[in-house]
């Protein structure tokens, strides 16, 4: 039974009259521990699966599972991280990192009595991605690649079973972004949480997940599967290997054929 | 500090002191009367002469107008909170605050008279009720914008709808309360001199009000800077709490 399952999954917004089909039938599985990407033109509704799996909105058709439960409202305790790091600017970088554990249990019924145990362990993450100096900065001090670092940190805090990330580095440039494959990789392969990857980048996507699911639009719907065999940890030069380049490049043929 | 930063900060007073001189000039040139328009050294003495008067009326103005304010805080943040967070109370209410804020608060007066009878109460209503508008609308609008993704954040680890609240709604909404209270507590001070003078035996509209039915147009004229000065001692205050509460919403400042 895989961790995350998709059974013919469709969501339609109505506005007004209009209804909008933004994923059709997504059927796909994800087991426990698989870091999973998705890919796909805008408007695809690659978002709209993170939605559907996280139960921020409901399915208006079909079925969605996640450790074996419906999901039908919010599931409790993932881990999240948007293009934007959404940091709050009130808050140190260190005090964003604690934010989960003032909301999910059991961490935030011994929040406050515990508070140097949490502070040692956002410490030691924020190492991990090279932060540990700018812990006690305000997250407008910081760069774009460290918000979006912190922005990591805050999502993997709680060490959530299932950590959804909606396009992280697509606001970076290309250089701070494939730093930042590294950082997530390694976070991975230390941690081994369940991952969903929603880019447009082909060979993030690549770099990062074991297996690739590419969507085409209007409507939205998963057009191909395909499992990324390249061994890790892969670095900057696997991106320049014949194997990974061919990859890239039968899911770009693929997105190309929706549009000829 | 350069010589152009000096001037800068000096800017405010050279323009109010070549606005007095015109002033003054502009009384002598016309030869106009006392009692149409007194010139500014004569305000000035009057001031002086009658300081301790004035401080007094000014002192039943200021507490007044500050008691109306921290009502207006306390009530305007409960319902600023309530209408940003709960669309519900949002189309129940928010008309019917923008019919109110639409009435002349002058209007309320003599009706606050006959119920509250004369002396500070009325004064305090009407600076609650003309000031807490503000503080509604901006505590509102810093609840109502905050970011979807900072939501789905909260919502996916699982945070009740008090909890956003309390962690980002609030935080988020202080900028907004504290950028209103600057507007608020000038319409303080204008809500009780108005209750002061439609019909008051107190404050420094009241002194002002019997001032002018004596023709001294030179204590009158003191009173209205009294009035201006308590005004801007106030701005400044909230101005100052303000940057030290939200240094955040001032980063710019700060990094450069």
Redesign the interface.
Same mark, same amino acid.
């Given at each position: 039974m895989a961790f995350v399952e998709l059974r013919g999954a469709s969501l339609t917004y109505a506005l007004g009259r209009d209804t909008t089909l933004a994923l059709a039938d997504a059927t796909l599985s994800i087991e426990k521990g698989e870091f999973v990407a998705v890919v796909g033109p805008s408007g695809c509704g690659k978002s709209t699966i993170m939605k559907l799996v996280?139960g921020?909105m409901p399915a208006t058709a079909g079925e969605v599972e996640v450790a074996g439960n419906k999901v039908r409202t919010?599931?409790?305790?993932?881990?999240?991280a948007?293009q934007?790091p959404?940091l709050?600017?009130?808050r140190t970088t260190l005090d964003n990192v604690l934010?989960?554990m003032?909301?999910?249990?059991p961490h935030r019924g011994r929040f406050r009595r515990h508070r140097a145990e949490y502070v040692d362990r956002a410490m030691k993450l924020l190492g991990t991605v090279g932060l540990a100096d700018f812990a006690l900065k305000?997250p407008?001090?910081l760069s774009g690649g460290m918000q979006q670092r912190s922005n990591l940190c805050?999502a993997l805090i709680?060490e959530p079973e299932l950590l959804?990330l909606d396009e992280p580095f697509g606001a970076l440039d290309a250089f701070t972004r494939e730093e930042m494959w590294g950082v997530m990789q390694a976070l991975w392969l230390e941690r081994r949480f369940t991952g969903v990857l929603v880019t447009h980048d082909l060979r993030e996507a690549v770099y990062l997940a074991d297996t690739v699911h590419v969507m085409c639009r209007r409507p939205g719907r998963i057009v191909m599967t395909r499992r990324i065999d390249l061994p890790r940890p892969r670095t900057l030069a696997t991106t320049f290997q014949p194997h990974f380049v061919e990859l890239v490049r039968e899911l770009r043929d693929r997105i190309q054929q929706e549009h000829d | 500090m350069t010589r152009r930063d000096a001037l800068r900060i000096a800017m405010p007073w050279l323009v109010i002191a070549v606005l007095l001189v015109v002033w003054e000039l502009a009384c002598i040139f016309f030869d106009l009367p006392e009692i149409l328009l007194p010139r500014p050294t004569r305000v000035f003495v009057v001031f002086c002469q009658r300081f301790d008067i004035l401080l007094a009326f000014c002192w039943d103005t200021l507490w007044t107008s500050l008691m109306g304010f921290l009502l207006a805080i306390a009530g305007g943040m409960l319902l600023g909170l309530a209408i940003g967070a709960s669309a519900f109370v949002y189309s129940g209410l928010y008309p019917l605050l923008i019919a109110f804020n639409a009435v002349p608060k002058v209007a309320l007066v003599p009706i606050l008279m006959i119920w509250v009878g004369v002396g500070a109460l009325p004064a305090v209503i009407t600076a609650f009720v003309i000031s807490f508008f503000p503080i509604v609308v901006n505590v509102a609008t810093g609840l109502a914008t905050i970011?979807p993704?900072?939501r789905?954040?909260? %919502?996916?680890?699982?945070?009740s709808r008090t909890?956003i609240l309390l962690?980002?709604g609030i935080?988020r909404a202080?900028p907004y309360l504290f950028a209103s209270l600057k507007v608020a507590i000038t319409l303080a001070f204008i809500g009780s001199v108005i209750s002061e003078t439609v019909g008051g035996n107190r404050g420094i509209g009241f002194l002002m009000l019997s001032a002018g039915a004596r023709n001294d147009t030179a204590t009158t004229f003191a009173g209205l800077f009294a009035i201006a000065i308590m005004g801007v001692m106030m701005y400044a205050a909230c101005a100052l709490v303000e940057k030290r509460m939200?240094r955040?919403?001032f %980063?710019g400042e700060i990094?450069g």
């Open positions: 996280t921020l919010p599931i409790k305790g993932v881990g999240m948007f934007n959404t709050m600017p009130w934010l989960p003032e909301v999910v249990q305000f407008w001090q805050r709680h959804m | 970011e993704e900072m789905d954040v909260l %919502r996916s680890l699982g945070a909890q962690k980002v935080p202080m939200t955040w919403a %980063r990094v």
